[in-house]
């Protein structure tokens, strides 16, 4: 790419204009090749506020819990037997190289291979008891309910923030997995295969460079079952802040780790870009040896029986499954207007979600819809959208929140450019050029993010800058902001944000989707009439309980508030 036309998205060399504009690799059901603009009639949603969904107050004292749980379940000794890992300095200046680098999404830390086998012996089994005992490099110990717990502290050396990679997970039924931190943060559980069956997984992050992987079998048969247990930390996310060397402004309107322009969007209301507060996430995700973060947003569709999670972001940040399974958003990550004591770039506030997969994807409008594999929190937004295309009509004002640098909400405002120079793989249509008003601004992070019109509609998604002076991400003459165009690619995406109609199958109780096509969902169908989930009875495994007569197995166990049917 030329450097005078340098932008957030590393164009591949092997491709010229032409295999840019034909480039574009889909996954699912979606068409084979993007639309132009005016190829279909134009289409649109209306936004649609979340139904249900985890509160802010009942996330934290939901963690708070299982924290507590946690820590009192944890064997004595187990902090101070941490298995330590330590970049090189080779590795740290590669990270601090990556993180500086304005090619591609922005870098906040790298992965550590550590390999440490847990699985229990014969021995282990028969020498179970109440007092704690080292295996490997944890601690184990029996419970009162004749099962068992084990421990192992991990730490990284001047890490911001961790995570765990999990391999070969294998647990049985009356077992869970743990990642937790010692200051608060508490994530699981992950039974069975893991999150997404494989039994290969990134855990959620917890701030911090010291976290603690914890398994609790809940007995009884503990010396019978513990023989079953196995599987891998193969690695540790180190995540750390970006060493700025770029613009060193005077004074902050912000974060102190952000360029000066960039605007806190708790700042700016009633504007159109208020609905995206309640959309767009942080994301954070990991590729091969780098930890990488851009911004995205929920979309709906035009399906109102449902609400399915749809997310749409950039295909230079992320378009494969095996990305989009360790991907974690956080959601509500935001700072009072007027303060300027933002978190470090190693702890991102809200609500955090983890595992997505890829719906459609294309190099052509640089696009990725993605369907999120757990439920938003409460009061988040489907953005509405419109195939209507903008990028040739001057002046058409745009709205946009993001993430930048991994700073909390920002927001910014642009007018569409049709004299703006192009850069080359980017023709005008098939993005959007436009010039940022001051003041607001973009800079790394903000990859992905939605840009919605006067009616709050999605219209594109952030690509990146072109321009003559692109280092410098507040100069608004030189450089002009690149979206890719939602009515470009809209007939790659149209199959799920509109589909033509409803395919029936049979009926899922418990999923919150009305699969057989008749406006009914879950326990509402007569087809769940008699689904324990539906009818007051026992409860198939996985389901919540307080009693072990709630579920089908007779086993309801965890921690208090959170326990589920084994």
């Known amino acids: 790419m030329d450097r005078r036309f340098r932008t957030f998205l590393s164009v591949p060399k092997t491709l010229g204009i032409a295999g840019m504009l034909a480039a574009i690799a889909l996954v699912g059901i979606g068409p084979s090749t993007g639309a132009g603009p005016g190829a279909n009639t134009h289409k649109s949603a209306p936004a649609e506020t979340l139904v249900g969904g985890i509160t802010a107050e009942e996330y934290a004292a939901q963690m708070a819990d299982l924290h507590g749980w946690l820590k009192g379940e944890m064997p004595a000794g187990v902090l101070d037997r941490a298995v330590v890992v330590g970049l090189t300095d080779q590795e740290r200046s590669d990270l601090g190289k990556r993180q500086e680098s304005k090619e591609g999404p922005a870098v906040v830390g790298r992965t550590k291979p550590i390999t440490e086998m847990v699985r229990f012996t014969a021995q282990d089994a028969a020498l179970l008891s109440a007092n704690p005992r080292q295996v490997g490099h944890g601690t184990i110990q029996a419970t009162p309910d004749g099962g068992f717990v084990w421990a192992m502290a991990l730490e990284s050396s001047g890490a911001g923030a961790l995570r765990v990679h999990i391999g070969g997970l294998k647990l049985p039924e009356d077992a869970d997995l743990y990642f937790f931190s010692p200051e608060g943060q508490a994530f699981g559980p992950y039974s069975g295969k893991g999150p997404n069956g494989s039994g290969d997984f990134w855990t959620n992050t917890i701030i911090g460079s010291k976290g603690v992987v914890q398994l609790r079998y809940y007995g009884p048969n503990a010396a019978e079952d513990l023989k079953g247990v196995s599987f891998v930390v193969s690695e540790v996310g180190h995540i750390g802040p970006k060493f700025s060397k770029g613009l060193t402004p005077v004074t902050e309107s912000f974060c102190s780790f952000n360029v000066p322009c960039i605007e806190n969007a708790t700042c700016h209301t009633g504007t159109p870009a208020d609905p995206a507060k309640s959309a767009v996430a942080l994301m954070q995700w990991i590729d091969g040896q780098f930890i990488y973060t851009c911004t995205g947003g929920l979309l709906n569709d035009t399906v109102s029986a449902t609400q399915i999670p749809y997310f749409l972001t950039a295909n230079h940040c992320l378009s494969t499954n095996t990305n989009a399974a360790n991907l974690e958003l956080y959601f509500q990550f935001t700072l009072g207007c007027g303060q300027t004591n933002c978190p470090a770039q190693t702890n991102p506030g809200g609500i955090q979600r983890l595992g997505a997969t890829v719906k459609a994807t294309g190099t052509g409008g640089d696009f990725t819809l993605l369907q999120l594999n757990q439920t938003p929190p409460a009061g988040s937004v489907f953005l509405g959208w419109t195939s209507a295309p903008v990028a040739n009509t001057p002046n058409h004002p745009l709205w946009r929140i993001s993430h930048p640098a991994w700073a909390p909400q920002a927001w910014s405002s642009d007018l569409v450019s049709t004299t703006a120079p192009t850069c080359g793989g980017w023709p005008r249509g098939q993005r959007i050029y436009s010039r940022t008003q001051n003041p607001g601004g973009t800079e790394g992070g903000s990859s992905g993010s939605p840009?919605?019109?006067?009616?709050?509609?999605?219209?594109?998604?952030?690509?990146?800058?072109?321009?003559?002076?692109?280092?410098?991400?507040?100069?608004?003459?030189?450089?002009?902001?690149?979206?890719?165009?939602?009515?470009?690619?809209?007939?790659?995406?149209?199959?799920?944000?509109?589909?033509?109609?409803?395919?029936?199958?049979?009926?899922?109780?418990?999923?919150?989707?009305?699969?057989?096509?008749?406006?009914?969902?879950?326990?509402?169908?007569?087809?769940?009439?008699?689904?324990?989930?539906?009818?007051?009875?026992?409860?198939?495994?996985?389901?919540?309980?307080?009693?072990?007569?709630?579920?089908?197995?007779?086993?309801?166990?965890?921690?208090?508030?959170?326990?589920?049917?084994?």
């Not at 003559?468 to 939602?486: L, M």
């Not at 096509?517 to 307080?546: K, M």
Request: with cysteine; net charge negative.
């Open 451 to 566: 840009v919605v019109n006067a009616s709050s509609q999605v219209v594109g998604q952030l690509s990146g800058a072109c321009g003559t002076n692109v280092n410098n991400d507040c100069d608004h003459v030189n450089n002009a902001t690149v979206d890719g165009a939602f009515a470009f690619y809209f007939a790659s995406v149209q199959p799920f944000l509109d589909p033509a109609g409803c395919t029936p199958t049979a009926e899922v109780c418990t999923d919150g989707i009305d699969n057989d096509c008749d406006n009914l969902t879950d326990c509402a169908d007569p087809n769940c009439s008699a689904h324990p989930a539906c009818t007051g009875g026992c409860s198939p495994v996985g389901a919540p309980c307080i009693n072990n007569s709630d579920c089908c197995g007779n086993k309801c166990k965890g921690p208090a508030g959170r326990k589920t049917c084994k």
